[in-house]
C-alpha cells in the first residue's frame, strides 16, 4: 500500500509499504478513504524526531470502510463505514469506564510513563502505524472505531476521529457559565471548531485570537469577536479585559500549545535539542524540556479572577516556567489533556445531521491526493496558501 511516512525532520515522504494484517481476532482492517493532518503533526514534523524512525507511518484522523475483520468482532461487518479516534482505548478497563479513553490501561504506553498508545504518534505513544495510508489495522474492534452511515460525504464525520471530540473537551473543560464568555487563542482547526462549540453550547460572546489573516477572517464569519494578536502585540490582554467590562473572560481555550510565537529563546532551545543525537536528545526532553509558553501566559493573564483556563494545545516541556503565584492568586482553574474521543462520540453525533450546526461540510480548506501529502506538509507548517484544514484522499 501507499502510505505516508517520516524520514527526518521537515522530511516525509509517500512510500509503498506492506499492507496491514489482522494480529489479533478483536482486530479490523479499514480502507481508508479519508485522513486528516492535524495541527499536532506539525510537532512530529518538526519537534519530535527523536522518537520517531525513518519509515514510521503517520496520521491519526481516518475514516473509511471495513474490509476484514477478526474472528471475534461481532458488531462491525466488511463495507460498515467508520471513523477511528486518534486515542487507542479498549472500552473496557477501569479508565475506560469513567470516561478517561486517552488515559486507557490497556493500552498505556509504560517504557515512557505516557497514556493510551495512539495511532502514528511516534515512540511516546506506542509507536503504532498512522492513518495517512490506504489500509490501517485497528485493535477493539467493537468498541473502538464509530460506525457512520453511508450517503453523506466523508467530511460530515471524519472529524470525529479527533477534531470535534478534541474542541468538545476544549469547552467541556473550559466550564463557561450559561451566557458566559470565552476568548480562543489560537484558530486553526481545533480552535476554530472549540469556538464555533462554544457559540453553539451557548456562550454570548467567543473571542478569537490568532495571526493568520485568513484564520481571523473564518472566525468573524461565524459570529466570532476576532482579535489580531500580530497587530496588538502586548495589547492583547487589554483587549480581551476591554470587552468583559475590564475583567477578562469567564474562560480561555489555549489551542496553540507548545508551538506558539514570541517566545525567541525557547525556540532556539528546541531547535537546538533537535539536531542532537536520539538517545542524547531524548533524555534532555525528557528531564529538561522546555516549551514555548507564550500562549499558555496568555491565557492566565487574559482570563477571569474566579475563572477557567483549558489547555488543548500539546505541550511538552518537563520544566516549564509557571506563574504559580498569579494562577493561585486569580483563583484559575486549570483542566487539560488528550481528548478522550470515545466519551463524546455520542453527543456529536446528532449534530452531524442535515442541518449541520457547526459546519462540519466545508470545514477543510484543502481536500487532497495522499500523493500531495509532503507538499500539504510543507504549506501546512509555513501556513501558506490559506491552509487551515487538510484531508488526503489515499
Known amino acids: 500500500m501507499r502510505a505516508l511516512t517520516w524520514h527526518g525532520k521537515r522530511d516525509v515522504r509517500v512510500d509503498t509499504v506492506p499492507d496491514p494484517r489482522l494480529e489479533r481476532p478483536t482486530d479490523v482492517i479499514v480502507r481508508v478513504t479519508s485522513t486528516g493532518i492535524c495541527g499536532s503533526d506539525l510537532h512530529l514534523y518538526e519537534l519530535l524526531a527523536p522518537y520517531l524512525d525513518p519509515g514510521d ?73 498512522g492513518g495517512q495510508a490506504e489500509f490501517l489495522r485497528v485493535p477493539f474492534g467493537d468498541t473502538l472505531p464509530v460506525k457512520v452511515p453511508h450517503g453523506p460525504p466523508d467530511e460530515r464525520f471524519v472529524y470525529l476521529s479527533d477534531v470535534l471530540p478534541t474542541a468538545w473537551q476544549a469547552v467541556e473543560y473550559a466550564a463557561i457559565p450559561e451566557g458566559g464568555t470565552v476568548t480562543v487563542l489560537g484558530l486553526g482547526p481545533i480552535g476554530d471548531m472549540a469556538a464555533r462549540i462554544a457559540l453553539h453550547r451557548g456562550a454570548a460572546r467567543v473571542v ?30 487589554e483587549a480581551v479585559r476591554d470587552l468583559t467590562d475590564g475583567r477578562g473572560t469567564d474562560a480561555v481555550i489555549d489551542a496553540v500549545g507548545m508551538e506558539a510565537h514570541g517566545a525567541p529563546a525557547a525556540h532556539a532551545a528546541q531547535r537546538a535539542v533537535g539536531l542532537l543525537p536520539g538517545a542524547l536528545a531524548r533524555a534532555l526532553m525528557e528531564r529538561a524540556g ?40 486569580k483563583q484559575i482553574q486549570l483542566r487539560m489533556g488528550q481528548a478522550n474521543v470515545r466519551r463524546w462520540t455520542d453527543a456529536l453525533l446528532p449534530l452531524l445531521a442535515d442541518a449541520d450546526p457547526l459546519g462540519v461540510e466545508g470545514f477543510a480548506t484543502h481536500i487532497l ?7 500539504a506538509y510543507q504549506a501546512f507548517q509555513a501556513k501558506e496558501d490559506g491552509m487551515i484544514k487538510t484531508l488526503l484522499t489515499p
Open 57 to 129: 507511518i503517520l496520521g491519526h484522523e481516518p475514516m473509511g470502510v471495513v474490509e476484514e475483520v477478526g474472528r471475534e468482532v461481532t458488531s462491525l461487518a466488511l463495507g460498515d463505514r467508520v471513523v477511528v479516534p486518534f486515542n487507542i482505548s479498549c472500552g473496557t478497563c477501569f479508565m475506560c469506564g469513567r470516561g478517561l479513553q486517552s488515559q486507557c490501561e490497556t493500552t498505556q504506553v509504560h517504557e515512557h510513563g505516557k497514556g493510551a498508545a495512539l495511532f502514528g504518534y511516534s515512540k511516546l505513544y506506542g509507536q503504532v502505524p
Open 208 to 237: 478569537g485570537v490568532d495571526l493568520v489573516p485568513e484564520r481571523l477572517a473564518r472566525a468573524e464569519s461565524r459570529g466570532v469577536t476576532t482579535l489580531d494578536a500580530g497587530e496588538l502585540g502586548d495589547d492583547l490582554v
Open 290 to 329: 522546555v516549551d514555548r509558553m507564550s500562549a499558555l501566559l496568555t491565557a492566565i493573564e487574559a482570563v477571569r479572577r474566579g475563572g477557567t483556563v483549558s489547555v488543548v494545545g500539546v505541550y511538552g516541556g518537563m520544566t516549564d516556567p509557571f506563574p504559580m503565584m498569579t494562577v493561585f492568586d
Open 369 to 375: 491526493p495522499l500523493e500531495e501529502g509532503p507538499r
